[in-house]
Nanobody, 123 residues
Framework: QVHVVESGGGLVQAGGSLRLSCAAS????????MGWFRQAPGKERGIVAA????????YYADSVKGRFTISRDNGKNTVSLQMNSLKPEDTAVYYC????????????????WGQGTQVTVSS
């Protein structure tokens, strides 16, 4: 069983930055695919970014390309999402997810999910 916990959310003005972190426990996730998703009020949860087990392959939703960066530290069992140039439309609950498949996973069919962290971007 893998337990993932997100942190780093908060309130920021448009144009600002936040760094979300995801810590995994229960077992190492060094060989797991990891992803970040978000869900805004009244909208479905959608993928933001994903990374394969090695960190060599990443994916970004078009809406965040060039602004967000996903990375992982397998030595610390963590995954991060650096969010720059934030916009009000980035406001959502952000979720970290882990999957036992090694390759990058773009669907929402991840094995383990965190509880989410709120990101609010004011205009």
């Amino acid at each position: 069983q893998v337990h993932v916990v997100e942190s780093g959310g908060g309130l920021v003005q448009a144009g600002g930055s936040l760094r979300l972190s995801c810590a995994a426990s229960g077992r190492t996730v060094n060989d797991y695919a990891m992803g970040w998703f978000r869900q805004a009020p009244g909208k479905e949860r959608g993928i933001v970014a994903a990374i394969d087990w090695s960190g060599g392959t990443t994916y970004y939703a078009d809406s965040v390309k060039g602004r967000f960066t996903i990375s992982r530290d397998n030595g610390k069992n963590t995954v991060s999402l650096q969010m720059n140039s934030l916009k009000p439309e980035d406001t959502a609950v952000y979720y970290c997810a882990a999957d036992s498949r090694h390759g990058i996973v773009l669907s929402s069919r991840y094995d383990y999910w965190g509880q989410g962290t709120q990101v609010t971007v004011s205009s």
